[in-house]
């Protein structure tokens, strides 16, 4: 069955990653995955939400939006229907813990980083971008803080990137672009950290239930594509990673 | 490591299914995990959402909320803060998708059912919960419409039903309850057929990231848990399930 | 003029006060009449509103809402509208102020008790029934303070219940089921205290005007059915009542 | 005990109804009770709700809402806190079900008349004073439609007036005044037919529950009051009244 | 080119602003301009935004909303749609800008002046008489807090007062009536000082571009307009201007 | 006077706008102004708004918002405070009618077209950007219509462009960026046609009023400026622009 764009099934799309895009954010990133470009901007703020308050640990969330003209028809803004959009609700929360289980909250302390994912053009896999380009921003965001010697090193425990995997004409293919998300029978979103240890994990059967022996074939699809876009990331951080 | 209520960590809670629990409802049930008790009420209706019209498929969505005080300190309405809760969007969306996996949308036609799952009282696991039971309600419903004569057959291919597994002192355990839910290093919502395939498959692993070992582990825990589910579920359809 | 369920024009339907319905709630009612069944749950917060901060005083409030399928036709949520509904707002003003007509605030202290009505199943009256069930629950929150020695004793200075009563056929009746009032000429809900003094009356005449005599008959008919009612509650709270 | 304006007991404050105080509606009218004044503009739609459509029915609903310094502090707007007020929600819908309690709602059709009852200064009694003159302003969008042609004669079957009456230092007083409402122990707001029949009475006792034979005076004096207004009313539309 | 009222292309329309018009306000204005009725309360409260806490300096603001029968036909009010009406927040903080030029915010210190500006009648030209009757509102609230002793004097450096002036007929016209603004080519709202300077422009072009030359006619007569509705303005203050 | 980027006080920041930014909208456009950087995504649907049903007349609009991290400080979205920022709703409507000033409305026939401009990163200017970029959107979303056989050619009558100018320690200069801005006495956003007449004017002289002359040397240097921004505007669209 071939793709699309005539990868091969356990391909990844051309992964860019551009760090400093904007100039007023902590930490800024704008990640393209094929057509999928994302711009994930990463804010410290010194309060912590009231739950955490005088407990001495910090705090990663994050929000997600789709500008309108994102996609191929244009979507109303969640303000003209003042409604949060479900799946943008769905999203942000996965991001938000995504990015929490590498964090060491208690060597943040009582700080918020608030991490963007703004996506200016969709083509599949937006929340897996969201995630591998979050991380990036949310390093950098780090980074700054102990630039300005706040924090004695990066309060990270380790690297989280995520990737779509689906069963797609039967298949089980990486990173899925739209045009094979709509019609892929079972897709999941795999988030991994660098170690190739599971961080979250979200398969969904709509069209037809799917097997174990499936879940175990597209599972380690996810791992080379997480594996691979953890390198990227790295890549993209430069020489500060070894510092 | 002893559970709270001494359990095994591969035993589930007891469960009780009432049917027809309200008189309004098309299929009504009252579902009890333990001290969860979640109210499905099932409603048809005859119009589908406006990507369907005319489409001669049928949808099943679902909406989910807790009443203020099923937890232990009260939460505000949605209404009061204007916004519908995040955790709810997040649920709502899960349990729809759970529910469609089973439907077979051409036969029940254009027409929606709405299965609305109600919080009672919480004590963990209330996603599942509302999910194993809407699964009875949504099959009422469809019964409704099969006595009245407006359909040949239940339009369900299958069973679907959930629970909750999680690492928990280190050990994989079946069917959380709160307190081990809120202190587990990881933990899985595993939806899954009668059959014994999967449906959706959310894990976390926001303390920490799970291994390729541990969740094969939680995966086994969670059809031994789901199976039971379905055994349930059909004890409380009753006679009419082999009709 | 027969009724539905042949009930003399004098006579309350089937009444019946579970109490310690949910486990969380200080204090927490389900409470039937006929097939009208609301759960009550009061809650004890150490807080007051703004306007009351320093005063000394304590504050009860009301939220009142229905389950989306409480009804024969399904209700959408206030969160799908972004809108309380207006019924709702009158309804919930209305428990509050009954309850509170009863309530020594000073004894109660700078506390708040927010008594939630949440109708599960609607068959006329459900106001009247919160109010019922809310004053049992009311009870129940104030009784816990009391047993954690929060308070010398329970801070209400007598009982409140309520009737609805009205005009159909021509002819006034007790107690309206859902099929009789919404077809009466006029109605009243009447809102009395143990000792037959009026709490709250809202009579309207929607239909038609009606006459002072009219009016005299129906508060006969509501202190009977209020008498009725505080008996009912009395015999919920148990030996309790007593002490 | 003396009033704040040395008025008796059972006096009236001045009234006085300016017809056609703005120039677009179709029914226009400025009332003064004392320093009360509500600016209430009917206006007529082609339309009805769409739970009348094509019923033959006509309905009359009103708006109420207090401009933000029509109080001696500053409220601030609904749309400010995106909520409409719980004592407007209730109010409006009392003026609503007072003014269609004389209609003939076959005469009037499939029309729709709002009546916008918007509070220029508040010192009391403004829902009675809302429905006073929101009455004058249906009956002149009416005469609006009689005189187009649209309809034979004034869809009204009688008057309807209100007027407040409450208890204040023991003594039943007529027509209260802020200063005095807000001491009252119990207060009803009594809405009569030119008759002197009741088409809604809402008595609230908050600080103290009242008796049977408090009622009865209060009752009398509001009967009094009504008969006032509705002379003024008549007064107000001049001769048109009797064509 | 004759106008609708047969006023000169540089005419105004009879202009009245009565002081005192409500109770409660600091300073409350009734301003007609033509038909155009504007009720201006200005209200001071003792706490500023917080971006001003603790800077010493006061702010002014303003809030513009017409009631729902001000125009010729019903616009649903704010709080029905939830949303605050575009053009009511572009004219608000057009309100809020003009009267702020002449603030000396340091002299009022940590106050807030909210001037509600609330259409009763709108016949064109609303903005403008907000900013013109709400500048004599600001000045009568100014006195209040002089009167009680919390200011040594007006804190205002200049008066300021609009109007609009178009191009309608090919011709340059003051003072818009809704008629003519509705059919103008291009039109303006001339904000100006007391001595003849601009505080606010606002041109629009938008059924053809306008030349440098229309802008200047346009100019002209909005300094003869603005001219005029400051003497009104010292005349509706009275002898206290001078003070 | 310096400033900050040692302009001269008539010179403009470097432009670029990149055209074809995204891949799903009709028109897409990237404009840089100096640090300023707007997507303008221009959508066309095939309805109109309802008050031009059956006109046979089209319409253009535009939305306006900011990224939270497009400023200094991070700004939350208008969804989590359920309210469109003032600003945005001011400057949305501004940018819809200098876009419609040029618009041949008979000619584009009953279609709407969307002009979505977000803003990435904000330093000043940011709503004459949306106006400059949004045109060659606008222009390009026609010409996809032109080259779909849909419409004969380009319906807009001409070009339009906004700078802002001001005046900053008592010097006129063109285009302010945020840290100028910020500090200016008085400063207005001039919309032209390329034939150099007035589509929209705003001025504001919140810190103090400004003069007659002051007004004419800020025309001066915006003529200037939106001659330059027209020159970049063709040669942005290039070739096709002759056609």
Redesign the interface.
Known sequence: MARADLRRSDEMRRIQIITGY????EG?VLIEVG?T?V?C?A?V?DAVPSFLAGSGLGWVTA?Y?M??????T?SP????R???N??S??I??LIG?SL???LDRRMLGERQI?V?C?V???DGGTRCASITGGYVALWLACRTLVDRGLLPRIPLR?QVAAVSVGIFGGEPMLDLCYQEDSRADAD?NVV??G?G????????????????EE?ARL?ALGRKGTAKLCREQRKAIGDAWNL
């Open positions: 904007t100039m007023h954010a800024s057509n470009r711009l901007n804010t703020e929000e939006s500008l309108p003209r994102a996609t191929n244009r803004r969640d303000i003209s003042l409604k949060l479900g799946r609700a769905e942000q929360r813990r929490r289980s590498v608030i963007d703004d200016l053009q969709a380790g999941c991994m950290t170690t240890d599971f961080v979250e994990l979200q398969c969904t059967g709509e069209e037809r239930p799917f097997t174990k879940l599972l």
